[in-house]
C-alpha cells in the first residue's frame, strides 16, 4: 500500500523524514500489510521546503523576550499536564522558581508580573502513575524521551519502547503493586529500557548501541512532576518568555511559507513546483496501485500540506489530462486549515457563492479523485480547524496529543496514540480488497 506524505510549513531538512517513516512502518504499515504478499508498505515523500518562504535579513525583525502572561491559565490544567509542559520545557525548567518566591499574590500584582486571573496553585496532588489511562503514562513517557533531544533513530526507539510499555496491560499491574511513585518510576523506566533494548537488536544501523543514555529518565520524570505540581501562573511566564523569539520565528515562517505557496500557486497549464512535485509522487503511488492488483493510495499531509492537497484534489488532478485517472483513497489531513482557507475562498476552486448565508456546504472532492477525507485537529493546537461546518460528509475529529500549546502542532505526528487511531481508521474505512 503506497502513503504519500506531504510536509507542513517551517521544514527546511530534506531528510528530516527518519522519525515519520519509522512511525508508519510501526504502526501503519505492519498492521496493514498484506498478508497475501510479500510487498512492504512504500512511503512516498513530498519535500517542499525549500520553495518555501526566505528571509532576507534573517529573521532579524523577530522581537526579543519580552513579558509574556499565563494571567494563572496554568493553574486552571490538571498536574499531569502541567508535568507534560515541564518535560517539554526542560532546558528552562530550571528556571523556575520556588513556591515560595512566588507565594504571594500580592506581591505579583504590585510588580507589574501578573494583571489579572491571578490564582494560588492548588493544592499538591501528587501524581502517581498506576492512576493515569494507557495514552496517559504514554504521553507522559514520551515527553520526557524527547526532551532528551537525543539522536533521532534512539528517540524513536525509545518512544515505540515508551508505547509498547504504557499499552502493555502487566505494566498497570506491576505498577499498582508499588508502595510509592519512586517506586513505580524504578519499575517504568526499567521497563521501558529493556523493551528499548529488544528493539534495539532489531536495528544494525545505529551509531550508538545499548539503552544506557536512558539513565537521566529518573531524574527527568523527578524535576517534570514536582515542578509541575509547583507550578504558578508566574512561575511558567517566566519560562516561556524565553520562549518568545522562536515562537515568533515559527510564527514568521508559517505565514511565509503560506504566502509564498499562494503567490507562486501554479494553473493547470503551468502547475508550480510544490504541486508538481505532490503529482510526481501521487502518480508513483498510482503505479504502485496498478502493479499491486488496486492497492489503495493513502495521503497524508500536515499543517500546510493540507491545503497544498486540497487544491491538488480538487483543481490539478480533476483538470490535467496526464493525471486525472488517479484517485486517492483515503486522505489524513492532520492539524490543516483547509476549513480557514474555504472560509476565506483562497483555494483555486473556491466558489464565493456556497457560504454560510446560502445555506450550503461546499462538497467533498469528486469521487474520481478522493475516496474518504478524514480531517484531525487538536484543541490545544492552535494552527489547525475544523472543517465540519464547511464541508459536505466529512470525518471531522478533534485529537488529544497530549502535547502543551508549544508542542501541539506537531505532536499528532510524535504520538503513537495517534497512528494507532490511523490504523483503525484505515481499516474500517479503505475499500475492500480485490
Not at 531528510?15 to 512492504?40: G, S, V, W
Not at 515508551?162 to 521497563?191: G, H, R
Amino acid at each position: 500500500m503506497p502513503i504519500v506524505y506531504i510536509h507542513g510549513v517551517a521544514n527546511r531538512d530534506p531528510d528530516d523524514f527518519t522519525a515519520l517513516e519509522t512511525m508508519l512502518q510501526r504502526y501503519i504499515a505492519d498492521e496493514l500489510k498484506n498478508p497475501q504478499t510479500d510487498e512492504e508498505i512504500n512511503i512516498l515523500k513530498v519535500y517542499w521546503g525549500d520553495l518555501g518562504a526566505s528571509f532576507a535579513w534573517d529573521f532579524s525583525s523577530c522581537l526579543q523576550a519580552i513579558s509574556l502572561r499565563l494571567m494563572g491559565a496554568a493553574t486552571d490544567v490538571s498536574s499531569i499536564d502541567r508535568a507534560k509542559l515541564m518535560a517539554e520545557l526542560d532546558e528552562s525548567v530550571g528556571d523556575l522558581p520556588s513556591t515560595d518566591e512566588a507565594s504571594s499574590p500580592s506581591d505579583l500584582f504590585s510588580s507589574g508580573l501578573i494583571t489579572t486571573g491571578f490564582a494560588p496553585p492548588a493544592a499538591s496532588q501528587t501524581i502517581r502513575l498506576k492512576d493515569l489511562s494507557t495514552d496517559e503514562l504514554s504521553d507522559l513517557a514520551i515527553a520526557v524521551i524527547i526532551s532528551n533531544k537525543r539522536n533521532t533513530w534512539q528517540q524513536t526507539l525509545a518512544v515505540i519502547a515508551a508505547d509498547d510499555v504504557a499499552t502493555e496491560p502487566k505494566t498497570f499491574t506491576l505498577l499498582a503493586a508499588q508502595d510509592s511513585v519512586q517506586d513505580e518510576l524504578e519499575v517504568l523506566l526499567n521497563l521501558i529500557e529493556k523493551r528499548y533494548t529488544e528493539l534495539e537488536v532489531q536495528r544494525t544501523d545505529l551509531i550508538e548501541a545499548g539503552p544506557g543514555w536512558l539513565g537521566d529518565l529518573k531524574d527527568r520524570f523527578n524535576e517534570a512532576m514536582e515542578r509541575g505540581d509547583q507550578a504558578t501562573g508566574y512561575a511558567l511566564t517566566r519560562v516561556l518568555n524565553r520562549f518568545r523569539p522562536e515562537l515568533n520565528k515559527a510564527v514568521i515562517i508559517f505565514f511565509g511559507d503560506v504566502f509564498a505557496y499562494l503567490t507562486h500557486r501554479g494553473t493547470i497549464q503551468k502547475p508550480d513546483a510544490i504541486t508538481e512535485r505532490l503529482l510526481v509522487q501521487l502518480e508513483k503511488a498510482h503505479k504502485i496501485k496498478m502493479e499491486r492488483n488496486g492497492e489503495p493510495i493513502v495521503l497524508l499531509s500536515h499543517s500546510m500540506g493540507g491545503q497544498i492537497a486540497y487544491d491538488t484534489l480538487t483543481y490539478f488532478l480533476p483538470q490535467m489530462e496526464q493525471y486525472k485517472h488517479i484517485k486517492v483513497d483515503f486522505w489524513c489531513a492532520t492539524a490543516s486549515q483547509v476549513g480557514v482557507f474555504e472560509e476565506m475562498k483562497l483555494f483555486a476552486v473556491s466558489d464565493p457563492q456556497i457560504n454560510l448565508a446560502s445555506d450550503q456546504k461546499v462538497p467533498l472532492p469528486s469521487q474520481n479523485q478522493l475516496g474518504y477525507w478524514w480531517n484531525v485537529w487538536d484543541p490545544n493546537d492552535y494552527l489547525s480547524y475544523t472543517a465540519n461546518p464547511i464541508f459536505e460528509n466529512i470525518d471531522d475529529e478533534s485529537y488529544n496529543s497530549g502535547t502543551s500549546l508549544i508542542q501541539a502542532h506537531s505532536g499528532y505526528l510524535q504520538r503513537p496514540s495517534f497512528y494507532r487511531k490511523f490504523a483503525e481508521k484505515l481499516r474500517n474505512k479503505l475499500p475492500a480488497r480485490p
